[in-house]
Structure formats: C-alpha cells, structure tokens
C-alpha cells in the first residue's frame, strides 16, 4: 500500500496518543506501508505541526518534532515531483498532497479532509480514505 497522509492526519497524531491517526503514525514508523512523502510536503509538516499549539498539545518540544519528522523523512518513499497540476484544489497545502500522491503513484490518499479533496481524487482517480478505514486495510493485511 502506498499512501500519502494529509498534515490533518499527522496532527491529529501527535496531539492524542490513541484513535486511528497514532496507529497510522506508528505503522508508518514501523514500515507497514509506504509513506510517501516529498520536499514540500515534508516542509507543510514541519510548519503546521512545529506551530506552539500542537508542540503544547503533544507535549513535544520543536527537537522532539524535528526527530519525528527526520524519522518519517528516513522511512518514507521519497517522490521527486516531476509534474506540478496547481491548482487543482482550493487550497495550496492540498496541493501539495494531491502532487505526492499522483507523482508517487499512490493508492490513496488519507485525510479527515475529503470534501475538499473530493472533485480532484475523480478527476486524478485517486482513492481517499479516513484515518480509521486506512488503520482496518492495515488490520486486513496481518
């Protein structure tokens, strides 16, 4: 499986230690699917989850966070973006999630935010799942 998980996912990870996202986290830490991820995608995590409400929330400090994301970076599937299709949705940071996942070939893309990533997955053919439908394909697979 080769997914791409949206910033709203890794979030909502850091900031509560069980639901579907930490489990999503964990299993792309442990390499239970392949997590792809690109520069500026990387980038997005860094600047959404090192803001000070998400450090408070996970009880993280920025060097905390900078160690979770050079790990997610060693983990991952690095994808080169060969091909830029902006803007296909209304928000850039969508953007760049959409370009990872259609210049990495993903499987899908899983987000909490679907509505707004809904007309560009029919248009790219592109699956989105929620957190907790992603947590019960990993289950399926063991």
Same mark, same amino acid.
């Given at each position: 499986?080769r997914?791409? $998980?949206?910033?709203? %996912?890794?979030?909502?990870?850091?900031?509560?230690?069980?639901?579907?996202?930490?489990?999503? $986290? /964990?299993?792309?830490?442990?390499?239970?699917?392949?997590?792809?991820?690109? #520069?500026? $995608?990387l980038?997005?995590?860094?600047?959404?989850?090192?803001?000070?409400?998400?450090?408070?929330?996970?009880?993280?400090?920025?060097?905390?966070?900078?160690?979770?994301l050079?790990?997610?970076? !060693? #983990?991952?599937? !690095?994808?080169?973006?060969?091909?830029?299709?902006?803007?296909?949705?209304?928000?850039?940071?969508?953007?760049?999630? $959409?370009?990872?996942?259609?210049?990495?070939?993903?499987?899908?893309? %899983?987000?909490?935010?679907? !509505?707004?990533?809904?007309?560009?997955?029919k248009?790219? /053919?592109?699956?989105?799942?929620s957190?907790?439908?992603? #947590?019960? !394909?990993?289950? /399926?697979?063991?």
């Amino acid at each position: 499986m080769r997914w791409v $998980l949206d910033t709203d %996912v890794l979030v909502a990870a850091i900031r509560s230690g069980a639901g579907a996202s930490r489990m999503l $986290l /964990k299993a792309a830490l442990e390499k239970r699917f392949s997590l792809l991820l690109s #520069v500026p $995608l990387l980038i997005e995590y860094e600047a959404v989850m090192t803001r000070p409400q998400h450090l408070f929330s996970s009880g993280l400090s920025a060097g905390d966070m900078g160690l979770l994301l050079d790990t997610l970076a !060693q #983990v991952a599937v !690095q994808v080169r973006l060969a091909f830029l299709w902006r803007p296909a949705l209304k928000d850039a940071n969508d953007d760049m999630v $959409l370009e990872t996942a259609m210049n990495g070939q993903a499987d899908a893309i %899983v987000t909490f935010n679907q !509505q707004d990533f809904c007309s560009a997955t029919k248009r790219f /053919k592109l699956t989105l799942l929620s957190p907790g439908d992603a #947590v019960r !394909q990993l289950e /399926k697979r063991q």
